[in-house]
């Protein structure tokens, strides 16, 4: 059985970029969330995807953006990069909407400069 | 709004004692309290979980209990060891369509030999 994994693993922007993280859900789960981890803290809910819409979204801007394709995989865009878009970026998948238990990634850290 | 206070923020215990880690939630609606360990460089790993209709549940050296009258919930370790040196989040969640997981701010175990 495959777990979550992400890619890249680092990443390195500057102010006012866009940039794009990717996930591949666990074997057989089909929603997929996305979690912000700033340095020191717990990870903080940006958004859910399942059967590729939305279900789901935190206190977080809409220049969070993210896509599910029909492979569960998922990806998280984020536009007009500001500084204190730098943490690690956390994906999650469940086995199914609504199912409590998340397995999470590796993560993908991103520094904005 | 929904929000879990996890203490202390640092702990040191020697080898071969226990650990406990205390968390509080502010939504009774809260009905799924996982635990995860992430170690330097990692994703979140779920440790243990408990569902509101449990007191207590206990895997090998580790055990979680819930009050949900006081909506307090800990994660006891007995035994420890240098490998369970690590950071240490509790976590809230509702079930329902959107399953997003709170998580309290972490707590830094280190296992002293």
């Known amino acids: 059985e495959t777990g979550v994994t992400q890619s890249p693993t680092h990443l390195i922007k500057t102010r006012g970029q866009q940039v794009t993280l990717r996930c591949s859900s666990q074997?057989?789960?089909?929603?997929v969330s996305w979690y912000q981890q700033a340095l020191g803290q717990g990870p903080q809910f940006i958004f859910q995807?399942?059967?590729?819409?939305?279900?789901g979204r935190g206190n977080f801007p809409p220049r969070f953006s993210g896509l599910q394709f029909p492979n569960y995989s998922s990806e998280l865009n984020v536009n007009a990069l500001e500084l204190d878009d730098s943490a690690l970026y956390l994906c999650?998948?469940?086995?199914?909407?609504?199912?409590?238990?998340?397995?999470f990634g590796p993560g993908t850290r991103l520094l904005v400069l | 709004g929904e929000n879990v206070e996890q203490h202390p923020s640092t702990l040191s215990v020697q080898e071969g004692d226990s650990a406990v880690i205390k968390c509080t939630y502010s939504?009774?609606?809260?009905?799924?309290f996982p635990w995860y360990k992430q170690e330097l460089g990692k994703g979140p790993q779920l440790i243990i979980d408990?569902?509101?209709?449990?007191g207590e549940k206990k895997d090998q050296r580790i055990a979680v209990t819930l009050n949900k009258t006081a909506k307090h919930f800990s994660l006891h370790i007995t035994e420890t060891q240098p490998e369970d040196s690590a950071v240490y989040f509790c976590?809230?969640?509702?079930?329902?369509?959107?399953?997003?997981?709170?998580f309290g701010s972490g707590t830094r175990l280190s296992i002293r030999p």
């Open positions: 408990i569902r509101s209709n449990v």
């Open positions: 999650a998948s469940s086995l199914a909407v609504g199912l409590e238990t998340q397995y």
């Open positions: 939504d009774s609606a809260s009905n799924y």
């Open positions: 976590a809230a969640s509702i079930r329902s369509s959107a399953s997003k997981i709170i």
């Open positions: 074997s057989g789960h089909n929603t």
């Open positions: 995807y399942y059967r590729e819409e939305e279900n």
